[in-house]
């Protein structure tokens, strides 16, 4: 995943380790060497691998310099791989340096493990649908998806140190900002027809005041893929996009799903991806045994080939419910990263104010299932009105104390359900005839 390249006198003592672990223990003794030389900076560039693919010397005043290599007998022991790369400190001093201590080689660095994502123990109803870490001065991350780029024409020369980290990853943070999600329909009781252009812009401008900076979507009808791409630009958004796909009449085609993004994104976001954080081939199907796992874990592949064809890089997974998640890890093993519908309203032993604790709870159970350090919480929060289910119960203000307790687990990776109201729906007793009632925005 990293690698480290140590310059100069370190790289005498140490050796080079091509990334593998060193499992012996020996005995060194190392002389002090004082040498005073002219110098320049370099930087050096590796891959994952730890093998150099491109190199620079930033102009540099010659300077008259002391190298140190410190003396130290001791019985080393080094069990695991050279996993970060780091540029040597460049003096500048003719004087003799204070002797450096062994302990302050630098370390593998550890990407962050964002508390983020989210999972569910009972089905959801739902509308049915990374730049590597901040790194510090002197020490260069190659994430394990990550392409080298190409040689830079300049860079930072600082006075005792330098560096040049890679630029971030296609489509993002390490994290997603909370987000909300969005279906295009009005009408009641069943109901349903396409909002009209007007009211969808007014609505994603209402998305953005309100703070949620990335939108979910489920599909492409009313012609909502266009008009969400041009809002979210409008309003500096971005969105997560989806294919409805089901085995019965309503499904969607995800090859038509995906051209519609490329014709979208080519004729209003000049033809940049960035507009796209990631991206779901379904929603709860294999919850609601619609589809099968190994469909899904298909379906998954063949988007992300046709994605990638077109220039899409970010994630592509599938969103299903907790349950389905962990008793298929199939969809697990075939998405770029797990993305789960969790309700904490739908278990009868969670009060409003521990929406967030049950949440957490769920997110570390599909963690543990899928072998993952990250889940995305794509469904979320809490209905205003409709029946009790046990301890909990929907009103205003149970909906305001379950939205807080998540906010104050989860700083990302959370989608809230739903943006509005969907009156267009019906209700039923198996949703408690809360199912119209989601609505975070009033």
């Known amino acids: 995943m990293k690698s480290i390249v140590i310059a100069g006198a370190l790289a005498a003592i140490l050796g080079t380790t091509s990334g593998r672990p060193l499992n ?31 190199t620079s010397a930033p102009e540099q005043p010659t300077v008259a310099s002391s190298v140190e290599v410190v003396t130290t007998t001791a019985a080393v022991s080094t069990t695991d791989p050279i996993i970060s790369s780091s540029e040597p400190d460049i003096t500048t001093s003719s004087t003799t340096p204070a ?5 302050t080689l630098p370390s593998a660095l550890v990407p962050p493990d964002p508390e983020s994502s989210s999972v569910e123990v009972e089905s959801s109803s739902s509308s049915s649908p990374l730049p590597p870490p901040e790194l510090t001065p002197t020490t260069t991350q190659v994430p394990k998806s990550y392409s080298p780029p190409s040689a830079p024409t300049s860079s930072s020369v600082a006075a005792t140190a330098v560096s040049q980290a ?35 812009a007014d609505e994603f401008s209402k998305m953005s005041s309100a703070g949620y900076k990335v939108v979910r ?47 979208a994104t080519d004729k209003y976001a000049d033809s940049s991806w960035d507009i ?34 077109m220039g899409y890089n970010g994630p592509v997974g599938a969103v299903d419910t907790v349950p389905a998640i962990i008793d298929n890890p199939v969809i697990c093993q075939a ?15 969670t009060d409003a104010a521990d929406a967030g604790s049950f949440v957490k709870s769920q997110i570390d159970r599909v963690k543990t299932a899928c072998n993952t350090d990250r889940v995305i919480v794509t469904e979320t929060g809490w209905p205003h009105q409709g029946d ?8 205003p203000d149970n909906q305001a104390k379950a939205l807080a307790s998540i906010r104050s ?34």
């Open 276 to 309: 796209l954080s990631l991206f779901s081939v379904e929603n709860e199907r294999v919850d609601n045994h619609d589809m099968t796992a190994s469909e899904v874990a298909d379906a998954i592949r063949r988007g992300r080939d046709q994605l990638r064809s």
């Open 409 to 442: 687990i989860f700083t990302g990776d959370v989608f809230f359900h739903n943006s509005f109201d969907s009156l267009w729906k019906s209700d039923s007793a198996s949703t408690f005839n809360a199912e119209r009632y989601w609505g975070i925005i009033q």
């Open 217 to 263: 979507i489920y599909g492409k009808d009313c012609e909502l893929v266009p008009l969400a791409v041009q809002n979210a630009l409008k309003n500096g958004q971005t969105i997560m996009g989806g294919a409805y796909l089901s085995n019965g009449a309503s499904g969607e085609d995800l090859n038509t799903v995906i051209s519609t993004w490329k014709n």
């Open 166 to 200: 890679p630029p971030p990853n296609q489509n993002g943070a390490s994290i997603f900002p909370l987000g909300v999600t969005y279906d295009p329909y009005t009408g009641s009781g069943g109901t349903a027809s396409c909002k009209t252009d007007a009211q969808i």
């Open 99 to 103: 002797p450096a201590d062994a302990s």
């Open 388 to 395: 009790t289910n046990g301890k909990a119960i929907p009103s």
């Open 335 to 349: 998405a770029d990263v797990v993305m789960v519908n969790c309700h904490p309203f739908f278990d009868q032993n």
């Open 24 to 54: 012996l223990k020996r005995e060194y003794v190392t002389e002090v060497v004082y040498v005073t030389e002219t110098i320049a900076a370099a930087i050096v560039y590796v891959d994952q691998d730890g093998v150099p693919y491109s």
